[in-house]
């Protein structure tokens, strides 16, 4: 037999049924009968275990849903290897509780790899606005560009460029801050474009 129709899910809160404290003798008799196949007395011993079986894997996985799934999963194991109970080792109850709880961590570990694997998942699988990146990355060139172009003027024309250019100011403006009369000011200004025009491939 793989299963066993009478270990019924377990209802929202703690389960009810017998008592869950039992007699100790009396539940280790129900595991070895249940391991001769007896069903009954396996229903028996979910009766008057399952609300410590259900708390315990509550308090573990700390979720309703999960703690009742990993009872019931852990019954099951019980069932089936209820033939390695051993009484001089311990209790049926502690016996069955360290199956709860050996499933109740498995379930908490197995929900956290699944958290980690859906943010990893996320965070390597977020759209990236290329559009964005690319017109970042050209004008980060451009400036790039427009920097050592300007580099390579003189120092009269690099510095009437950068004042009506980069500065704002009008051409008389540079003239005034430079001291220099207006057409020599517009003179310098020229040059230096014609200079960046052509270090710089653009067309007149």
Do not use: C
Not at 44 to 67: C, Q
Not at 113 to 125: F, H, I, L, M
Not at 135 to 144: C, H, I, N, R, V
């Amino acid at each position: 037999m793989t299963d066993v129709d009478h270990v019924r899910p377990v209802p929202d809160g703690a389960p009810q049924g017998v008592p869950s404290g039992g007699d100790a003798a009396r539940l280790a008799d129900l595991l070895r009968q249940a391991a001769l196949g007896d069903e009954r007395a396996f229903a028996e011993f979910y009766d008057a275990t399952s609300a410590r079986a259900y708390g315990l894997a509550l308090r573990v996985v700390r979720n309703p849903a999960h703690a009742e799934e990993v009872t019931q999963e852990a019954y099951l194991d019980a069932w089936r290897s209820s033939t390695r109970f051993d009484s001089a080792r311990g209790s049926a109850a502690g016996w069955l509780l360290t199956i709860v709880h050996r499933k109740a961590v498995d379930r908490v570990r197995s929900v956290e790899a699944a958290t980690t694997r859906d943010e990893t998942w996320n965070r390597e699988t977020a759209p990236v606005d290329h559009d964005q990146t690319s017109e970042a990355a050209q004008a980060s060139l451009e400036a790039a560009r427009v920097r050592n172009a300007v580099a390579t003027l003189t120092d009269v024309q690099r510095q009437a460029v950068e004042l009506t250019y980069f500065g704002g100011y009008t051409h008389t403006e540079v003239a005034t801050l430079l001291d220099v009369p207006l057409g020599t000011a517009k003179t310098r200004i020229r040059d230096g474009l014609i200079r960046l025009r052509d270090l710089m491939g653009v067309a007149s």
